[in-house]
T-cell receptor, first 111, second 114 residues
Framework: GEDVEQSLFLSVREGDSSVINCTYTDSSSTYLYWYKQEPGAGLQLLTYIFSNMDMKQDQRLTVLLNKKDKHLSLRIADTQTGDSAIYFCAEKDGSQGNLIFGKGTKLSVKP | GAGVSQSPSNKVTEKGKDVELRCDPISGHTALYWYRQRLGQGLEFLIYFQGNSAPDKSGLPSDRFSAERTGESVSTLTIQRTQQEDSAVYLC????????????FGQGTRLTVV
C-alpha cells in the first residue's frame, strides 16, 4: 500500500536553514502537502505542490519535488524559534483521494 | 461553518463504555477524513468519506470502531467497549473535492479511557 516516510527529528540553530525530507510511494499522487502542528494544536496546511512541478517557493518556504525518486523536501530559510513544531508530509492517493500522512518530523530550533 | 468543528473537545470515559465523537465539516466539502493521533505519534488513518460513495474503512483498527456520515454533512465516529489503548486525539478533516483540494483539520477530540 501507499506509504510516506520521514525522519523523526531535526534540530537546528535559529537563523540557519532547515530541510525536512520525505519519501512517498504512490506514483499517481497528484498533490503533495506539508502540514504543521504546533504543540497542543491541530494540523495547519503550510504549503503544497502539484506533482507536475519541481519547485515551489512561498516566502521562507521552498518545496522541492523529485518525482523520479519520489522525494519531497521542505526548506525553511532563516529558521525561527516559532518554527518549532512537528511537520507532516502528506500525499493524496491518486486513485482513492485519501490523504496519507508520514509520522511527522519534530523540528527543534535552538536560540 | 467557518472551519471544521469537533465535539466534544475532551472526553474522559471508563473502560468498556461506548463513546461517540462528532465532526461538522466545512459546508460544501464533499470529502471527510478521520485520523487518530496517539501521544507523540503520527497520524493514523481511520476512515474516509467521499460524497455518496462507499466509505474507505480500511484504517479502522477493529470492529469496535464505526463511523457514519449522512450525505455531505455531519459525521460521527463511534467506539464501542472502549479500551485504554483507544486513548488518543481523534482528528477530523474535510476537503472541497477528492482531487485537488487540501484538507482543513478540526482541533480534535482528546479521548482518555480510564
Amino acid at each position: 500500500g501507499e506509504d510516506v516516510e520521514q525522519s523523526l527529528f531535526l534540530s537546528v540553530r535559529e537563523g540557519d536553514s532547515s530541510v525536512i525530507n520525505c519519501t512517498y510511494t504512490d506514483s499517481s499522487s497528484t498533490y503533495l502537502y506539508w502540514y504543521k502542528q504546533e504543540p497542543g494544536a491541530g494540523l495547519q496546511l503550510l504549503t503544497y505542490i502539484f506533482s507536475n512541478m519541481d519547485m515551489k517557493q512561498d516566502q521562507r518556504l521552498t518545496v522541492l519535488l523529485n518525482k523520479k525518486d519520489k522525494h519531497l523536501s521542505l526548506r525553511i530559510a532563516d529558521t525561527q524559534t516559532g518554527d518549532s513544531a512537528i511537520y507532516f508530509c502528506a500525499e493524496k492517493d491518486g486513485s482513492q483521494g485519501n490523504l496519507i500522512f508520514g509520522k511527522g518530523t519534530k523540528l527543534s530550533v535552538k536560540p | 461553518g467557518a472551519g471544521v468543528s469537533q465535539s466534544p473537545s475532551n472526553k474522559v470515559t471508563e473502560k468498556g463504555k461506548d463513546v461517540e465523537l462528532r465532526c461538522d465539516p466545512i459546508s460544501g466539502h464533499t470529502a471527510l477524513y478521520w485520523y487518530r493521533q496517539r501521544l507523540g505519534q503520527g497520524l493514523e488513518f481511520l476512515i474516509y468519506f467521499q460524497g455518496n460513495s462507499a466509505p474507505d474503512k480500511s484504517g479502522l483498527p477493529s470492529d469496535r470502531f464505526s463511523a457514519e456520515r449522512t450525505g455531505e454533512s455531519v459525521s460521527t465516529l463511534t467506539i464501542q467497549r472502549t479500551q485504554q489503548e483507544d486513548s488518543a486525539v481523534y482528528l477530523c478533516a474535510s476537503s472541497l473535492t477528492r482531487d485537488r483540494d487540501w484538507a482543513f483539520f478540526g482541533q480534535g477530540t482528546r479521548l482518555t479511557v480510564v
